[in-house]
């Protein structure tokens, strides 16, 4: 079962690849059964060591992947050096051009979940949080429903990223909510109103789109039952 293929995994990871890597946190990540049996001590430490070798080599996608998995994963996070958390800064700056949305939308949540592991934000420089929050301008349009809502809620809690997006890259997050608000579920559309009520450049924002807060405020009714059940 899922103890012979951590072991393997565990075994292997000196000499994975980059992607073999990043692949591998993703899957511990979206698989909670498999990530309880990783070993506190050495299996950890082998993965992330793994990682934190491979950053150098790393394309968008494994970074994003790399990251989304240790924003979920404690036991992961709390075994990557200070020096590992600078080599995935960098390899998030150096990438950021690239980036798809999803990719986007997976490191900046990743970062906000992370907070409590505060050497993890504080790796990415002023530098790379520009480079995220151009990526995020750039990739706005393509952004999905569930994009949106983590790129916006990610400005909410990280103050630096926040900081780092001008008016431009406002106006398209504010743009791309009326066209993905009826795929809204309820802790997405949650999440884009409690980014509006935090940060006011983005409820300005949407009050220049046209159907930005009537498209939000409808997507919150039609889900209200939810809301107030779960995500009050």
Same mark, same amino acid.
């Given at each position: 079962g899922w103890s012979r293929l951590i072991e393997a995994a565990e075994r292997l990871a000196p000499e994975m690849t980059s992607q073999n890597i990043a692949n591998t946190l993703n899957a511990l990540g979206k698989v909670d059964a498999a990530a309880e049996v990783v070993s506190s001590g050495t299996g950890? =430490?082998? $993965?992330?060591g793994a990682a934190e070798r491979l %950053?150098? *080599? /790393?394309? #968008?996608?494994?970074?994003?992947?790399? $990251?989304n998995a240790l924003g979920k994963i404690d036991a992961a996070a709390v075994k990557v050096s200070s020096a590992g958390w600078s080599h995935f800064a960098t390899a998030v700056e150096r990438t950021s051009g690239v980036m798809i949305a999803q990719n986007v939308s997976n490191v900046v949540n990743a970062y906000a979940e992370m907070r409590r592991v505060s050497e %993890?934000? *504080? #790796?990415? =420089?002023? %530098?790379?949080w520009r480079s995220l %929050?151009?990526? #995020?301008r750039r990739t706005a349009p393509a /952004?999905? =429903? !569930?994009?949106?809502a983590l790129t916006v809620d990610a400005a909410k809690k990280l103050d630096a990223f926040a900081m780092a997006i001008?008016?431009?890259g406002w106006n398209k997050l504010a743009r !791309?909510?009326?066209r993905v608000a009826r795929d809204f579920i309820a802790q997405e559309v949650v999440l884009v109103l409690s980014a509006a009520g935090w940060k006011l450049e983005l409820a300005k924002a949407l009050a220049r789109v046209d159907g930005g807060w009537d498209s939000t405020i409808a997507s919150a009714e039609r889900? /209200?039952?939810a809301i107030k059940t779960g995500w009050n």
């Open positions: 950890w =430490s082998r $993965l992330i %950053a150098p *080599e /790393m394309n #968008a996608q494994d970074i994003a992947h790399v $990251l %993890a934000p *504080e #790796a990415v =420089s002023d %530098a790379g %929050a151009a990526a #995020a /952004m999905t =429903s !569930q994009n949106i001008d008016d431009d !791309q909510v009326p889900h /209200m039952d």
